[in-house]
Nanobody, 114 residues
Framework: QVQPVESGGGSVQPGGSLRLTCATS????????AAWYRQAPGKDRELVAA???????KYADTVKGRFSISRDHSWNTVYLQMNDLNVEDTAVYYC????????WGKGTLVTVSS
């Protein structure tokens, strides 16, 4: 069973930056999209950013211009660079890999507060 593992979360002040990493061991093939989701307390899980096999990217309107998703060539590592963080970005962030399968990580907590 492939298990993505998120890391890089933590506490940061408004305006700060964090880079999240999603690492998956082993050889992965057939990935069609890798994505980051987040779930804030009392809210539904939402898509933050996605990167597709063709290279296209997609972002939630709330993070456009501040967040950037990227990956390595093998899809074993997916990154989410988060800049200019604000308190509304506080959430558990999850990594998802989709192909002829659907793998989710267990999440990493990001807390933005002054």
């Amino acid at each position: 069973q492939v298990q993505p593992v998120e890391s890089g979360g933590g506490s940061v002040q408004p305006g700060g930056s964090l880079r999240l990493t999603c690492a998956t061991s082993g050889r992965i093939s057939g990935v069609s999209v890798a994505a980051w989701y987040r779930q804030a307390p009392g809210k539904d899980r939402e898509l933050v950013a996605a990167i597709y096999s063709g290279g296209n990217t997609k972002y939630a309107d709330t993070v456009k211009g501040r967040f950037s998703i990227s990956r390595d060539h093998s899809w074993n590592t997916v990154y989410l660079q988060m800049n200019d963080l604000n308190v509304e970005d506080t959430a558990v962030y999850y990594c998802r890999l989709t192909g002829p399968y659907d793998y989710w990580g267990k999440g990493t907590l990001v807390t933005v507060s002054s």
